[in-house]
């Protein structure tokens, strides 16, 4: 497997960079001549000429001098180390690169790791070296667990670290243009307000996550402190206060947190009469649905893939908003948001046979070892069995195309995000509402 590694001079003035070249010329080439690390990167601060205060440093450009020592070794300096790392962080992405070898000043480490643990995801593995530079031009790199690190970093070093993060992402250009928010003709606007996200507007750069993404996980590229911003971003243009949002907690079940309860480690719906607090499902192939009552001013959103829609996820959220907080099912409104349709979305015989238990209507071609499925007709048809009035149910069977906001993911990939088209590192839109003050 290719591994990259980054050299840390970042805090490092010119004349010790410039008296370290020889060894760093030496390591570069023990690196890159090994097939398992074709990748260097040397990690600098790039301080502008008009911030210099030492007018007597007249050594040449110890950058410039870095840039030659091999073909294949790349200096990326900036005055920021959220700009430098974001920036390698792209390069390591463009390549596809998971495995980092971290060689860093030992009183570094603490505060590098931070840096990592905000902008990379637990789906790279960083290994730490130490490099003790001297002024001299003396360079000693050492194994990491032959050193006793404990440095521990401050309440304050870890604020500045997030402020730094931060002020970064937040500097840079919205991709594909403003975010696009998809509203439902359905839900009351003067009492609620909500809408469904697009993948326009955030700074997530890789194809497959780009660019409003709002999900992190594991097993994606897409750090939290990037999701956050892309959150930020959203909230902005759609006017909801990002520090009073909720995002349910996925496990393609049937549970519903009341909110005002307490939290249950995971579950797939949320309802609650609280004012100015947002509340959010996620989908990228699975609905996100958007439950409101403008009798009793109580709302819920829900997500539901294949497995909550056969456990009852939908009907699940209007229960609890009728049992909490005495909603009447004839008041209560129901919006189907962005989701794969039946033209992409199969299943196993032996799972589309359950479908077809709700509604032969749910399944095509179903003598087919894997036919097509249509949560959305499922999901209608057992809202409608549980009392949820059809003219209250808006989906992709109503009559006006322009009030269609159950359009396939997997379909309009210059719209939404979707598992299906993209593979697992995709990214993900989200449904949100939210009761007006």
Request: glycine share 6%.
């Amino acid at each position: 497997m290719a591994e990259a590694v980054l050299i840390d001079l970042f805090s490092l003035r010119g004349n010790c960079i410039q008296k370290s070249l020889s060894f760093l010329k030496d390591m570069v080439v023990k690196r890159t001549n090994n097939n398992n690390a074709p990748f260097v990167y040397i990690m600098c601060c790039q301080t502008p000429s008009c911030e210099r205060t030492d007018v007597k440093d007249v050594t040449p450009d110890p950058i410039g001098r870095l840039r030659v020592l091999r073909e294949d070794c790349e200096v990326v300096s900036n005055p920021s180390m959220a700009a430098v790392l974001y920036s390698v962080k792209q390069k390591l992405d463009a390549k596809n690169l998971s495995v980092i070898k971290m060689i860093v000043p030992p009183k570094k480490r603490a505060l590098i790791k931070a840096y990592v643990d905000c902008l990379f995801t637990a789906l790279y593995r960083f290994e730490f070296e130490f490099l003790l530079v001297g002024c001299e031009g003396t360079c000693v790199q050492q194994p990491v667990e032959n050193q006793n690190d404990r440095d521990i970093l401050s309440r304050e070093q870890l604020w500045d670290i997030q402020n730094d993060i931060q002020t970064y992402l937040g500097s840079l250009q919205n991709l594909q243009g403003a975010p696009t928010i998809l509203r439902s003709c359905l839900i009351p606007d003067r009492l609620f307000l909500h809408g469904f996200s697009t993948r326009a507007g955030g700074i997530s750069y890789i194809p497959t996550l780009s660019s409003l993404n709002l999900f992190s996980s594991s097993r994606r590229r897409d750090p939290t402190a990037v999701v956050s911003e892309n959150l930020r971003r959203l909230a902005r243009a759609a006017g909801f206060n990002p520090e009073a949002f909720h995002l349910v907690k996925v496990d393609h079940a049937s549970e519903v947190w009341v909110m005002g309860k307490p939290e249950p480690d995971s579950y797939d719906g949320i309802v609650t009469d609280q004012k100015g607090v947002t509340i959010a499902a996620p989908g990228a192939d699975c609905i996100p649905l958007l439950f409101s009552d403008p009798i009793k001013r109580v709302c819920g959103a829900a997500h539901s893939g294949w497995k909550g829609t056969l456990l009852g996820v939908a009907m699940a959220t209007v229960n609890a908003m009728v049992v909490e907080f005495g909603c009447s099912l004839k008041d209560i409104l129901v919006v189907l948001g962005p989701s794969v349709g039946p033209c992409c979305f199969t299943l196993p015989r032996e799972e589309a046979k359950k479908f077809h238990a709700i509604h032969p209507d749910c399944v095509r071609f179903y003598d087919s070892p894997e036919p097509y499925i249509d949560i959305r007709k499922a999901t209608r048809v057992l809202l409608e069995h549980g009392g949820i009035l059809p003219q209250n149910i808006q989906d992709d069977s109503v009559t006006d195309r322009s009030q269609n906001l159950t359009l396939c993911t997997s379909c309009h990939p210059d719209k939404f995000f979707s598992n299906v088209r993209d593979g697992t590192n995709f990214g993900t839109q989200i449904g949100f509402i939210s009761i007006k003050e």
